[in-house]
């Protein structure tokens, strides 16, 4: 297996982890789109599902920033920056599922960006409520699940610190935390509870927190 990834396993659960994905160049090139399609697409920062039944259970908090869902949207889909980049996210996630021998994904379910950064966001916010709740964000209490959902994957595209990765909740109230360095993704099944570790107001200084999710099915 290639030196730059590796997998650790707790119970059934996987973690695939690869490192150093793209050149420098072919970095920036997301980037630059990420954040367009963000700020194109943005989803309202405080209530994602308000048009669920279960709106009061599912709602999803600020922090972060989340775009709409990508996949289904024909540009998006079209566009070489993202043909290249989900072509290498597929080529790992095959040989996540020859690792963990279970069915080769045969759709790509969902594809979306987040990011944590200032709270200069468009739309009648109070910024003060936002950086409150950006400071009081407790990862073992604001995790989440992706039902039926077997794979998931997180890019980290930006990262002012490694340590602002994502904690996952195994079973006896173990918790994984696995570090977010920049150009590296994890592999895991999404239906686990898990979070993302969001930067400090004085971290958030150096850089956004800007990841890439997927799930396939």
């Not at 697409?41 to 990508?70: C, H, I, W």
């Not at 540009?75 to 069915?103: A, G």
């Not at 195994?170 to 898990?194: A, T, V």
Request: with cysteine; net charge neutral; charged share 30%.
């Amino acid at each position: 297996m290639d030196r730059k990834i590796t997998v650790k396993k707790f119970n059934d659960n996987y973690f695939y982890k690869a490192n150093i994905l793209f050149p420098e160049y072919q970095l920036e090139k997301i980037e630059s789109s990420s954040i367009e399609w963000l700020e194109n697409t943005r989803k309202n920062v405080f209530f994602t599902k308000s048009g669920s039944k279960d709106y009061m259970e599912n709602r999803e908090l600020y922090p972060p920033e989340a775009s709409s869902e990508l996949t289904s949207n024909a540009d998006f889909s079209k566009d070489d920056i993202w043909v290249d980049y989900l072509n290498c996210i597929k080529v790992h996630v095959l040989e996540y599922c020859k690792i963990t021998k279970i069915k080769t994904p045969k759709k790509l379910l969902s594809t979306w960006i987040t990011r944590v950064a200032d709270v200069d966001i468009p739309g009648i916010y109070n910024r003060d409520e936002l950086r409150e709740l950006r400071a009081k964000h407790n990862p073992l209490g604001n995790m989440h699940s992706h039902k039926d959902n077997r794979i998931g994957v997180i890019f980290y595209l930006k990262n002012p610190d490694p340590k602002y990765g994502t904690v996952v909740k195994l079973e006896n109230n173990k918790i994984f935390q696995n570090n977010g360095e920049e150009n590296s993704l994890m592999i895991f099944n999404p239906e686990l509870y898990h979070t993302g570790i969001y930067p400090t107001e004085q971290d958030l200084q150096k850089s956004p927190r800007i990841t890439i999710v997927s799930d396939f099915i």
